[in-house]
């Protein structure tokens, strides 16, 4: 009788009735995801409608709802390519550095008299002065704001490079700081699009850089390029102001430095705001779609304890006066302040739909973007193309698996049913496995499986053909079976180890449908593992248990 524990069979069916399950909501792909797109509606606060209980009552909630992520290449979707305009941060860099300047040439004012900023080009402050023969003095003054560059190519740099030039005193970005400024503009505008597009609850996009200034941005299952970039495109910088005046004009003038900026939802209607904002977007902590009192959608946020104590010191003191919610460059809401709000946290009202205050809850949430971008490429890749491409390799697959179980079934009788059964199986493993680590299936991931069918047969031809040899050296059939699986045992997983070295490289080194193809192959070189030791053997143990045939044919 063959060894195989209770415990093992136990173990064995588990894990294999496990893969079933996982695997079964992939069968019904388009059922489970509308009724995951209603549960996640609802979760979020939407209201119910026919749509969403009909979505619900295709699939019991009892069940497991966890679909494998499918590529671009299969589902279609969105492909954007954006360029991030890292020079726009320089001027902000030098105009954040003004007030420091004036103060630090203030303190001089004795020796270099009168102190005028002049207008000039991007990338440049320059500041007059009146007594040029102080200028060296100005010059070392402004000097001491500089900082070291952190950086290994700028080591020993420093972050601004100031100069005389005549009568005006001249600070611009040093070469060395120009570069670290564009990593770390490039590392922030990639963090930002990335946790824009996943506050969508898209599933698996692929957002990398590409050369110096290049975003490449691909979400599977979108509609359209335009609806993406209506996602990542917006700067979404969030600003809270004191209201100087409400004006019709849009040329009126401002005094002071003051800003006019337009109503978002009154046309015609333009405010006056105090330069400097009481609080900004950047101590924004979360930002949640909600309803005012009226019913009406609107945006929750709450800021950080900086935020908070800043934002509840100017209500105290500013009750009864407006304030203004800047959102890129316009007045989405002017409340009156009608009590102190303690504890950092308010609500943004507008003629929002539910959709726009979802969306702008995701900007706010995700932060500003640190430069513009510009678009250089975008395409949207209809369902259609992908359903050409899962069809094409759907078609390989059975034409792949129907090949393998006649071939294994002609050869090996018996023993090939219970290695296509295996076969089987191993396939609704691998499914599973992807469902459960979230992992993309792609074209060449489809490749990648149907390698893996050709593969999982493999080791059960070397235990079958070993089974064999020991059969005409007289063993009978018990023990033919057991010495089958041992001699073959170190042979299967050599080859195997070798191929999933291969495939752990690939995913390494590799990227996009590489990875796709590394990750199927892979899971698929485990699960077959699993089932030509395990499973088959399973089978084996119990129909010999079974039947106790005196001999057998391989």
Known sequence: MLQYPTWKKVLVLLICLAGIVFTLPNGFYGRVEQANDARAALEAGAAPTSEMTAALEGWPGFLPATLVNLGLDLRGGAHVLVEVQVEDVYAERLEALWPEVRDALRDLRGQVGTIRRVETTPGELRVRIGEQAAMNAAVDAVYG??????????????????????????????????????????????????????????????????????????????????????????????????????????????????????????????????????????????????????????????????????????????????????????????????????????????????????RLAILLRAGALPAEIQVLEQRTIGPELGQDSIDAGRIASLVAFVAVMVYMALSYGLFGLFANLALILNVALIFALLAIIGATLTLPGIAGIVLTIGMAVDANVLIFERIREELKNSRGPARAIQLGYEKAFSAIVDANITTFIAAVILFAIGSGPVRG??????????????????VTRLFVSMWFDARRPKTIEV
């Open 145 to 358: 704001l500089t900082q070291p560059v952190a950086t290994l190519t700028g080591a020993g740099a420093r972050d601004y490079e100031v100069r005389a030039d005549g009568d005006e005193l001249v600070v611009t970005l040093s070469e060395a700081e120009k570069t670290a400024t564009d990593n770390r503009t490039m590392e922030q505008s990639l963090e930002i699009i990335r946790r824009r597009v996943d506050e969508t609850g898209t599933r698996e996009p692929t957002i990398q850089r590409q050369g110096e200034d290049r975003i490449l941005v691909q979400v599977p299952g979108l509609g359209s390029a335009e609806e993406l970039l209506a996602i990542i495109g917006q700067t979404a910088k969030l600003t809270f102001h004191a209201v100087e005046q409400v004006t019709g004009e849009a040329d009126a003038q401002t005094t002071g430095g003051n800003l006019l900026f337009p109503a978002m939802d009154q046309e015609g209607v333009y405010y006056i705001l105090e330069r400097r904002p009481v609080v900004s977007g950047e101590q924004l902590v979360d930002a949640q779609p909600g309803f005012d009192q009226n019913g009406r959608p609107a945006v929750t946020f709450r800021f950080n304890p900086a935020g908070g104590r800043a934002f509840g010191n100017f209500t105290a003191e500013n009750i009864g006066q407006p304030f203004a919610i800047v959102l890129d460059e316009q007045v989405i809401s002017a409340p009156v302040i009608q009590s102190h709000i303690p504890g950092g946290s308010g609500i943004i009202t507008g003629n929002f739909s539910l959709e726009e205050s979802t």
């Open 517 to 534: 193809f590394s990750i199927t192959l892979g899971l698929g070189i485990m699960t077959s593992l699993f089932t030509a030791l395990m």
